[in-house]
């Protein structure tokens, strides 16, 4: 049965993506992306964009140490996920609510830019070696051996 909460964002990372692990070891990593509606302003002839909100991302696992070493403020992404509402107790001891995004992905947009991908290690974070996914890094040297390859 497939799932009706799907959520596709796209738009540039407000703020470098914030890599933190849970006590067990597992990496999350948290990205703001803000997203902003372009329309043709008649008036001034011209493109004009308005703020239509910031949007919290979380990724878990390997991906997140991904993002983290490969996306910076100010990159234009791609999330795909789930809505995920909860709630929290602020200091004051009120309960507050916040909706943010369980992503399934988060990749560099290639509207307006490109992008080399490095294949990373299948399982297991490398917890910030040099392995991790490098957006515009050099080709590795050498192709993954064949069972490597998912398909």
Do not use: H
């Not at 200091?91 to 560099?108: H, S």
């Not at 040099?130 to 957006?135: D, M, N, V």
Request: charged fraction near 25%; glycine fraction near 8%.
């Amino acid at each position: 049965m497939a799932s009706d909460n799907v959520i596709t964002i796209t738009g540039n990372l407000a703020d470098d993506p914030e890599l933190r692990f849970t006590p067990n070891g597992v990496a999350v990593c948290s990205a703001r992306v803000a997203v902003n509606q372009r329309f043709f302003n008649k008036q001034t002839n011209s493109w004009d964009e308005r703020l239509d909100g910031f949007f919290t991302c979380n990724v878990w696992r390997d991906q997140a140490e991904n993002v983290a070493s490969s996306l910076t403020k100010g990159a234009r992404v791609v999330v795909i996920g789930r809505l995920r509402s909860r709630s929290y107790e602020d200091r004051e001891g009120q309960t507050r609510w916040v909706t943010e995004i369980e992503a399934d992905e988060i990749c560099p947009s290639l509207r307006w830019a490109t992008a080399k991908v490095e294949r990373t290690p299948r399982g297991g974070g490398s917890g910030g070696g040099s392995s991790e996914t490098s957006w515009g890094a050099p080709a590795p040297t050498s192709a993954p051996e064949p069972e490597d390859v998912p398909f």
